[in-house]
């Protein structure tokens, strides 16, 4: 059965950063496609960023040059690294694999 756990959330001011981690259980992560998604009150699901097996990666329009998705096959692992932060990126964040796989989320705030 696959599991996966969302840390890393939290506040911070605009224009701070945040790394979200995801550890997955149950998948062999350098296997698999990986993504991080968003959803913030009232508005749809959305794709933040997604990480194949092989490729590139590929992100949302309004994220692209401020998130980095990466992967650590050793550690099961695949972060989100958030920079330059806006209020609009306050969401839940959700780790997702190929299969219909979801995390539980992690709340970020982009606040002052």
């Known amino acids: 059965q696959v599991h996966l756990v969302e840390y890393g959330g939290g506040l911070v001011q605009p224009g701070g950063s945040l790394r979200l981690s995801c550890v997955a259980s149950?998948?062999?992560?350098?296997?698999?496609?990986l993504s991080w998604y968003r959803q913030a009150p009232g508005k749809e699901r959305e794709l933040v960023a997604r990480s194949p097996p092989v490729g590139e990666s590929v992100y949302g329009k309004s994220v692209k040059g401020r998130f980095t998705i990466s992967r650590d096959n050793a550690k099961n692992s695949v972060y989100l690294q958030m920079n330059n932060l806006k209020p609009e990126d306050s969401a839940i964040y959700y780790c997702y694999s190929n299969g219909n796989h979801w995390g539980q989320g992690t709340q970020v705030t982009v606040s002052s």
């Open positions: 149950g998948l062999i992560v350098r296997l698999s496609g």
